[in-house]
């Protein structure tokens, strides 16, 4: 009690946890199924943001720049940075006017190295075409045209996040050498990389409760099966097969 009732432990509770929230609602965005590529970098351009508060303590957000620049500068940044060009819901507005990101040109570089690296060819002029058009969201590639609103409303009433891989993959053609086709292909490889591996250690955990030591002959097809029937059941029918959702923990300002 003599802890709690010292006049400094509130103010310097308060401070550890705003030094702390931001990094914990991080972990939970990159971990989540839902991540993307582009989720994991904004997380991370907010955190950097986030930490250059001159109120906060200035080793502590000193450590944690450097270990953001540190991991940055280790990341496939191309890949990284298309990811957040090729949701239509950014494109390039996440970036300042005067950042080199703002620029076609800069863009272009970026998608031919990329392309010459997942399919050992140069895009063609078709492409280039459809991704200067889609980067100033005019033609076929304007809002509308790509039904944003329409799967955004219809995102918000399921509660999910808009899946871009069904955005993309509704203008996926068979051939994808090259063209509008590469385009789609390309943008549809980068937005569909999973981030981390919480979804596949969530499925070895399920595996272990149907896998034990009393149902230990059960057959791996049968244990796999069953997993699968589970996690259709659970997001078909969210509201039923988790009972605890109301308590878990919420991340916020009225903590």
Same mark, same amino acid.
């Given at each position: 009690?003599?802890?709690?009732?010292?006049?400094?432990? +509130?103010?310097?509770?308060?401070? #550890?946890?705003?030094?702390?929230?931001?990094?914990?609602? /991080?972990?939970?965005?990159?971990q989540?199924?839902?991540?993307?590529?582009?989720?994991?970098? $904004?997380?991370?351009?907010?955190?950097? +943001?986030?930490?250059?508060?001159?109120?906060?303590?200035?080793?502590?957000?000193?450590? $944690?720049?450097?270990?953001?620049?540190?991991?940055?500068?280790?990341?496939?940044?191309?890949?990284?940075i #298309? /990811?957040? !060009? #090729?949701?239509?819901?950014?494109?390039?507005?996440?970036?300042?006017?005067?950042?080199?990101?703002?620029?076609?040109?800069?863009? +272009?570089?970026?998608?031919?190295?990329?392309?010459?690296?997942?399919?050992?060819l @140069?895009?063609?002029?078709?492409?280039?075409?459809?991704?200067? @058009?889609?980067?100033?969201?005019t033609?076929?590639?304007?809002d509308?045209?790509m039904?944003l609103? &329409?799967?955004?409303? /219809?995102?918000?009433?399921?509660?999910?996040? &808009? %899946?871009?891989?069904?955005? +993309?993959?509704?203008? @996926?053609?068979?051939?994808?050498? %090259?063209? $509008?086709?590469? =385009?789609?292909?390309?943008?549809?490889? !980068?937005?569909? $990389?999973?981030?981390?591996?919480?979804?596949?250690e969530?499925? =070895?955990?399920?595996?272990?409760?149907?896998?034990?030591?009393?149902?230990?002959?059960? @057959?791996?097809d049968?244990?796999?099966?069953?997993? &699968?029937?589970?996690?259709?059941?659970?997001?078909?029918?969210?509201?039923?097969?988790?009972?605890?959702?109301?308590?878990?923990?919420?991340?916020?300002?009225?903590?």
């Amino acid at each position: 009690m003599s802890i709690l009732q010292r006049p400094n432990f +509130w103010p310097q509770l308060k401070m #550890l946890k705003r030094h702390l929230e931001p990094l914990a609602i /991080a972990a939970n965005v990159t971990q989540s199924d839902f991540s993307r590529l582009d989720t994991v970098l $904004i997380t991370l351009v907010n955190l950097y +943001w986030q930490y250059l508060d001159p109120v906060l303590d200035g080793a502590v957000c000193t450590a $944690i720049l450097a270990s953001l620049e540190k991991r940055w500068a280790k990341t496939d940044q191309s890949v990284f940075i #298309l /990811a957040v !060009i #090729l949701n239509p819901y950014i494109r390039a507005s996440a970036f300042s006017n005067t950042s080199p990101y703002r620029t076609f040109d800069k863009l +272009w570089e970026l998608v031919d190295i990329t392309y010459i690296r997942f399919y050992g060819l @140069h895009p063609n002029t078709e492409f280039q075409v459809a991704f200067s @058009h889609y980067i100033r969201g005019t033609g076929d590639w304007n809002d509308e045209k790509m039904g944003l609103a &329409v799967l955004q409303a /219809a995102a918000d009433r399921e509660g999910k996040p &808009v %899946n871009l891989i069904e955005l +993309w993959r509704e203008r @996926h053609q068979q051939s994808h050498r %090259n063209g $509008i086709a590469g =385009f789609v292909a390309l943008a549809m490889r !980068i937005v569909s $990389i999973v981030p981390n591996t919480a979804a596949t250690e969530r499925l =070895f955990s399920k595996f272990g409760i149907i896998h034990t030591k009393l149902r230990n002959r059960l @057959h791996p097809d049968k244990v796999r099966k069953q997993v &699968v029937v589970r996690v259709d059941t659970m997001l078909k029918f969210p509201a039923s097969s988790s009972s605890s959702s109301s308590n878990k923990r919420k991340f916020s300002s009225t903590e």
